[in-house]
C-alpha cells in the first residue's frame, strides 16, 4: 500500500486502530452481552501454496482491494501475497504460514 504504484488509492485511507482485549470486553459489556469466553488468539494459519493466500486475501480484505479499482486488484494482490512470501517463506512443502490475531467470544444476551 506504500508502494508508488498503490500510494495515490491510499490517500485519505484511515488505518482502524486494533482495540484492545480491555477495550472489546467492557464494549461487549455495555452492549449487554454475557461473556462466557473471551480470549485473543494468536495461531499460525496455513495455506497450502501462493494461489491459496491469495485466494483468503481475495476474501478478507475488502477494505483494502475496495481502494483498488477492479482491473487492477489481481496486480495489487500478487504484491502482497510476493511480500508475504518475502516476509514469511513458504515450508519445503510449500506450504505457508502466516501468524492470525482472532478474538474469540463465547456470550449470551443479557439475562439469557
Known amino acids: 500500500m506504500g508502494r508508488p504504484t498503490w500510494r495515490t488509492y491510499f490517500d485519505g485511507f484511515e488505518q482502524r486502530?486494533?482495540?484492545?482485549a480491555d477495550e472489546c470486553?467492557?464494549?461487549l459489556t455495555d452492549a449487554g452481552f454475557v461473556l462466557r469466553r473471551?480470549?485473543?488468539v494468536n495461531e499460525k494459519v496455513m495455506h497450502r501454496d501462493a494461489?491459496?493466500?491469495k485466494?483468503?486475501?481475495?476474501s478478507t480484505?475488502?477494505?483494502y482491494t475496495d481502494q483498488i479499482p477492479a482491473q487492477k486488484r489481481d496486480a495489487f494482490l500478487n504484491e502482497?501475497?510476493?511480500?508475504?512470501?518475502?516476509?514469511s517463506p513458504a515450508d519445503r512443502s510449500g506450504q505457508m504460514r502466516l501468524r492470525a490475531y482472532m478474538l474469540e467470544v463465547g456470550a449470551?444476551?443479557?439475562g439469557t
Open 17 to 20: 486502530r486494533a482495540y484492545s
Open 25 to 27: 470486553e467492557q464494549l
Open 38 to 40: 473471551f480470549k485473543f
Open 51 to 53: 494461489d491459496a493466500l
Open 55 to 58: 485466494g483468503y486475501a481475495r
Open 61 to 63: 480484505w475488502h477494505r
Open 80 to 87: 502482497v501475497v510476493q511480500r508475504c512470501i518475502e516476509l
Open 108 to 110: 449470551t444476551a443479557g
